[in-house]
């Protein structure tokens, strides 16, 4: 019993590092920085219930897809980081154009994928899967995304905290982390095919 609970705990460590819930935090508040408490809601709801389809179809099939279409995780490292840098140029040269063209979707993408679950996160669990099974990797998944939810939910209070012009530099600040995190991911994904062909 002592075993299998370690199990659990340890699954669910790897895939809140890669979640990181509070680096998303800060975008969401400024993708969300001019909606009201209705839409923000559901934009909440859109990302939570996107992000846990797509963790959950990965932890069914993840092994499946990357063998049949012979994808690598290389290839998904290059392919998100590529989707986050150009969000994260967007909103740090053209922040309104961006907001005008998100719509009540962002909840979908990029906000559900790839920013909440994204390749670091598929990845992961794929890992989880290997080295702790489905069910503690499944419990890993719930309870990190309920850590999203509360934190997205209490988001009105961090801006209240923060002041309008705060949120708006954390964001900015936010999307610099964002296109340097994307460049690392485009970075070791090319050093991974490079070894890989060596």
């Known amino acids: 019993m002592n075993y299998e609970l370690t199990n659990y705990f340890l699954a669910l460590i790897p895939i809140f590092v890669a979640i990181d819930a509070i680096a998303v935090l800060p975008i969401f508040l400024s993708m969300t920085e001019e909606m009201q408490a209705n839409e923000k809601r559901v934009i909440l709801r859109q990302s939570v219930i996107t992000a846990f389809i797509v963790s959950i179809c990965f932890l069914a099939i993840g092994k499946f897809i990357f063998g049949a279409l012979g994808i690598t995780v290389s290839d998904f490292k290059i392919a998100g980081g590529i989707v986050l840098l150009v969000l994260a140029i967007n909103d740090i040269l053209f922040p309104e154009k961006t907001r005008r063209f998100q719509g009540t979707s962002i909840g979908?993408?990029?906000?559900g994928m790839p920013l909440i679950?994204?390749?670091?996160v598929l990845t992961t669990i794929i890992?989880?899967?290997d080295t702790y099974g489905y069910l503690p990797t499944l419990?890993?998944?719930?309870i990190n995304l309920f850590i999203v939810w509360i934190?997205?939910?209490r988001s009105d209070t961090i801006i209240k905290i923060l002041g309008v012009n705060g949120a708006k530099g954390?964001?900015?600040?936010?999307?610099?982390?964002?296109?340097?995190?994307?460049?690392?991911?485009?970075?070791r994904g090319i050093w991974e095919l490079i070894?890989?062909?060596n």
């Open 127 to 129: 890992i989880m899967v």
């Open 170 to 187: 954390v964001s900015k600040i936010m999307s610099i982390f964002l296109a340097a995190i994307a460049v690392m991911m485009i970075r």
């Open 117 to 120: 679950v994204g390749p670091g």
């Open 151 to 153: 934190a997205f939910i």
């Open 195 to 197: 070894k890989l062909g």
């Open 139 to 142: 419990s890993s998944i719930l």
């Open 108 to 111: 979908v993408v990029p906000l």
